[in-house]
């Protein structure tokens, strides 16, 4: 059974480890490879659960697209840092980060392994929301070109997507009166 | 003065997601988020933040609003391809914490909050404005629509009758949105609670770009007619009514700054500012100088590399991000405050000098960049 919380458990150590002498060992950073891959294949997966509420599907992609996201970008920094010698404040960082995944693994845990959503999804997307401030913070984020590149997000998905978002807003503010055509987009 | 932020300026200040490529610039953008945006970042410059109020009741609505539009959006977009659904729950994803990041900024950084009791706010809605609204809004009307016979065909000679029928007519009405919704109502709750929290001693504004609080335009024609327009006027019998016996008077972001303006030159706001200024010059290079001029009032930023070249030009909302990502940066100079938090991003990022238009009283002076104000060089 794949437990996240074993997993970040692992890279918590390593992450001390490294404070402790001092220094990044790349050769240890593969430990966070199986968190980076099960996230990007639990993504498609949310995508898939057709069952979900739409609520709880966006707040389980929102959480493990955060998980992944900055535990990719938190490797490729922990691996610049070793090479550059900055070594003790990004495992610093990093560590710090932590506590942001670990309140998310209740609740992920028990969805992926056995299919058990919490009814209380609001938990989900305010763990998510703190785990992706205080990322983007430390900066381990990505650039919202790779995003949409990797996730292979076309023009026209985004034009559509702006027009329909557009309206939406009108509509739910009430002032479509106002803002007849309320949001632009340049191209 | 207090100004109480209405969830259609929250929410329209925080809708602004721009992203560049190949040179060509995508931006969605609300509509009023320059005038909303602006009102909040410009409060927070001339040190106003304390007196910008967003409620709880406000800051979860806006929340709300932008939840459920993404949710709605997500299901007119749903398609049985999986990679398309997959691009569009990123899509979504990366909106959605754009617009939050913004949304958390605005509270947390340009506006204060004061303590809302609930059960009041609710007796003060159901027992005084409700009744009041649904007395004075019966008899108000949405637009002006004459009624010309269908055999007038021709588009100019319909413009023209219309224009003749609405200058001869003797009184245009009332003009007002309509019974306002729920949320609207606890909003101006809580606006009157304010005001008297404050016993009358403070004037209330509330910021809005929904037509329940501000003065309405006359419009001609119903807004699902194409050949509608409005006629430049503006009617604020119902704001006013408002005003008057409730205390707080709803605006547009844009008017209420003018008046914000207004009241902090009679009190001498601006002629505080301009003693500090003359406090202590720095001698800086001709190209600082030169850049903090050209960006005063602009609310914009520039990053310089240590040759004082510039890297990047951008708006302040944006600075912080763009400074975590950016490298050899020497100098940034930008229209805002410069923050604890910029303060520890610039830091990190080895960055030498930190030019902008204010400085905030509770930074911690760091060692190893200069901190300067426009006024300073």
């Not at chain 1, 966006?58 to 535990?71: E, K, L, Q, V, Y």
């Not at chain 1, 479509?176 to 949001?183: D, G, H, P, V």
């Not at chain 2, 219309?162 to 001869?168: H, N, P």
């Not at chain 2, 001609?220 to 009617?235: K, N, V």
Request: aromatic share 8%; charged share 30%; glycine share 4%.
């Amino acid at each position: 059974m794949r437990s996240y919380k074993q997993e970040l458990t692992n890279i918590e150590k390593m992450l001390h480890d490294f404070l402790e002498c001092g220094m990044i060992d790349t050769k240890r950073l593969s430990i966070m490879d199986n968190i980076i891959e099960w996230s990007e294949k639990d993504q498609i997966r949310v995508v898939n659960s057709s069952y979900l509420p739409l609520n709880a599907q966006t707040s389980f992609f929102g959480a493990i697209r955060n998980i992944h996201i900055s535990m990719k970008s938190m490797k490729e920094k922990l691996r610049l840092a070793s090479i550059e010698h900055e070594n003790p404040t990004t495992a610093q960082l990093a560590l710090e980060l932590m506590p942001s995944f670990f309140n998310l693994v209740p609740y992920l845990d028990p969805f992926f392994n056995e299919n058990v959503y919490h009814k209380k999804v609001e938990n989900v997307s305010k763990f998510s929301r703190i785990l992706f401030r205080k990322a983007k913070y430390f900066g381990f984020s990505e650039d919202v070109m790779s995003q949409l590149s990797a996730a292979g997000v076309t023009k026209s998905q985004i034009k559509s997507f702006i027009e329909s978002f557009s309206k939406n807003v009108a509509l739910e503010l009430d002032i479509e009166e106002e803002a007849s055509s309320s949001l632009e987009s340049t191209d | 003065m207090k100004v109480l932020i209405e969830t259609s300026t929250l929410v329209s200040a925080s809708i602004c997601w721009e992203y560049k490529e190949k040179g060509k610039l995508f931006s969605l953008k609300h509509r009023f988020f320059e005038k909303c945006s602006g009102f909040l970042e410009r409060c927070k410059q001339k040190g106003l933040a304390e007196n910008v109020i967003i409620t709880i009741t406000v800051e979860y609505e806006a929340r709300n609003v932008l939840n459920k539009a993404v949710k709605k959006t997500i299901r007119e977009n749903a398609t049985p391809d999986l990679l398309a659904r997959f691009g569009l729950m990123v899509l979504q994803h990366i909106v959605t914490n754009e617009a939050l990041d913004r949304l958390d900024y605005y509270v947390e950084e340009c506006s204060t909050r004061l303590p809302i009791n609930t059960r009041e706010r609710e007796r003060i809605k159901k027992n005084e404005i409700e009744p009041f609204l649904d007395q004075i809004t019966k008899n108000t009307l949405r637009y002006i629509q004459p009624s010309i016979p269908s055999f007038i065909k021709p588009k100019s000679l319909r413009d023209e009758l219309t224009r003749k029928m609405v200058e001869s007519l003797p009184s245009k009405g009332v003009i007002y949105k309509g019974m306002p919704g729920d949320r609207d109502l606890d909003i101006m709750a809580e606006a009157t609670m304010i005001y008297r929290m404050f016993q009358g001693r403070e004037k209330i504004y509330v910021s809005s770009v929904d037509n329940h609080f501000k003065p309405n335009p006359v419009q001609i024609g119903s807004y699902l007619d194409p050949s509608m327009r409005f006629t430049g006027e503006l009617d604020s019998t119902i704001r006013d009514k408002l005003a008057e016996k409730f205390g707080f008077i709803g605006d547009d972001p844009l008017r209420i700054f003018e008046l914000i303006k207004g009241e902090s030159k009679k009190k001498g706001f601006v002629e505080e500012i301009k003693v500090k200024k003359q406090r202590r010059q720095i001698q800086v290079p001709k190209q600082i100088a030169e850049t903090a001029k050209e960006l005063e009032g602009t609310t914009e930023a520039v990053l310089l590399n240590e040759k004082m070249e510039q890297i990047e030009r951008i708006p302040v909302s944006e600075l912080a991000q763009k400074l975590q990502g950016t490298k050899d940066v020497d100098t940034v100079i930008f229209d805002g405050v410069i923050t604890q938090r910029l303060v520890d991003i610039a830091a990190e990022k080895k960055v030498k000098n930190l030019v902008a238009a204010l400085l905030s009283e509770t930074i911690k002076q760091p060692l190893q960049i200069n901190l300067l104000t426009f006024a300073e060089i």
